[in-house]
Structure formats: structure tokens, C-alpha cells
């Protein structure tokens, strides 16, 4: 199970998993963008619980379209 996976935890819980369980040596701006990810991919699971947000199909040509520039 991983931080994102555990919805009873609180931001600062979950946070603070996670952390735990990065490299000693990170740097701290690569650990601020982990948490900058991890509440990202929170908000769309949240988003997708209520049905908001756009499908699967078309996030994958909008990043697509992305990579390719």
C-alpha cells in the first residue's frame, strides 16, 4: 500500500509516510516536488471519485501532444 492509497490518513499522515521512505540523501527540492506530485495525483483521484475530469483516452492525447513539442 503507498501514501496515496491510504484515504483515512490525513495530508500531514501521508506526508509524512512518504518522506520516511525517500533516500536519506535526497535534496530537498526533489523531495518537494515528490509531494508536489503526490497531491497531484490525490486531487485526481478525488476528482475521479466525482466523476469530474477528463477520460483516460483524452488525458493520454493532451500528453501526448505534450511530449511531442
Same mark, same amino acid.
Do not use: C, Y
Given at each position: =500500500? %503507498?501514501? %496515496?492509497? !491510504?484515504? !483515512? =490518513?490525513?495530508?500531514?499522515? %501521508?506526508?509524512?509516510?512518504?518522506? #520516511?521512505k525517500?533516500?536519506?540523501? =535526497? ?6 516536488? @515528490?509531494? @508536489? ?5 490525490? %486531487?485526481?483521484? @478525488? ?9 483516460? @483516452? ?6 501526448? #501532444?505534450?511530449? #511531442?513539442?
Open positions: =500500500m %503507498t501514501a %496515496t492509497d !491510504n484515504f !483515512n =490518513m490525513s495530508s500531514r499522515e %501521508t506526508v509524512i509516510e512518504f518522506v #520516511s525517500l533516500p536519506e540523501e =535526497m535534496p530537498l527540492a526533489e523531495i518537494a516536488r @515528490e509531494i @508536489e506530485l503526490l497531491a497531484g495525483i490525490q %486531487t485526481a483521484r @478525488e476528482q475521479a471519485r466525482r466523476h469530474e475530469g477528463i477520460p483516460a @483516452e483524452d488525458a493520454r492525447k493532451l500528453v501526448d #501532444s505534450w511530449a #511531442s513539442k
